[in-house]
């Protein structure tokens, strides 16, 4: 079956860093759009970003300049650099995994990151 394990979240000061990991199995990594999501208490959950099979990507506003998305497809792994964390960083952050053709969509279980002094 479909696997996405997270790791990499945790507690870190103001300014700091973290790197996010979701390693995938059960599909086939390389023809999919991978991308982190992020849900703050009390809030929507929103796209942060994605990386696309050809290695385009797109950021939601707030984090450019600060996060960087890559992916490693012989490992089924992408990853979340997240560099001058700032509280308003505080969520949980989920994997995401989709295609078209044929339509599929997976997600992770989910990874906390609060970011306080």
């Known amino acids: 079956q479909v696997q996405l394990v997270e790791s990499g979240g945790g507690l870190v000061q103001p300014g700091g860093s973290l790197r996010l990991s979701c390693s995938a199995s059960g599909i086939a990594f390389n023809f999919y759009i991978t991308g982190w999501y992020r849900q703050a208490p009390g809030k929507q959950r929103e796209l942060v970003a994605t990386m696309s099979s050809s290695g385009s990507t797109n950021y939601v506003d707030s984090v450019k300049g600060r996060f960087t998305i890559s992916r490693d497809n012989a490992r089924s792994t992408v990853y979340l650099q997240m560099n001058s964390l700032k509280p308003e960083d505080t969520a949980v952050y989920y994997c995401?995994?989709?295609?078209?053709?044929?339509?599929?969509?997976?997600w992770g279980q989910g990874t906390q990151v609060t970011v306080s002094s």
């Open positions: 995401n995994v989709r295609r078209v053709g044929p339509q599929r969509e997976y």
